[in-house]
């Protein structure tokens, strides 16, 4: 059985890794000498933003269970 309080720490640890994901595809953008279209580009840096997206819409739902978890002990 999972924690929520440690599955939420480990959920907002992962947001830290957005701007290094993000640097990453710049570096792998700037390094191709053929180079990347707009739309190319685009969709790289959408594909970034649906899966933040996704994962914070896991965190949500996450915190939802620890903050349910938490009054559900204050009433014992």
Known sequence: ???P??????QMLA???VTSDIELVVRHLMDRPQGY???DVMN???AIKDLYEIKF???WSTFDEVVKEYHERGKK
């Open 1 to 3: 059985m999972s924690d």
């Open 5 to 10: 309080i440690f599955d939420l720490e480990e």
């Open 15 to 17: 947001f830290a890794s």
């Open 37 to 39: 279209s707009d739309d």
């Open 44 to 46: 790289k840096f959408m």
């Open 57 to 59: 819409v896991q965190m």
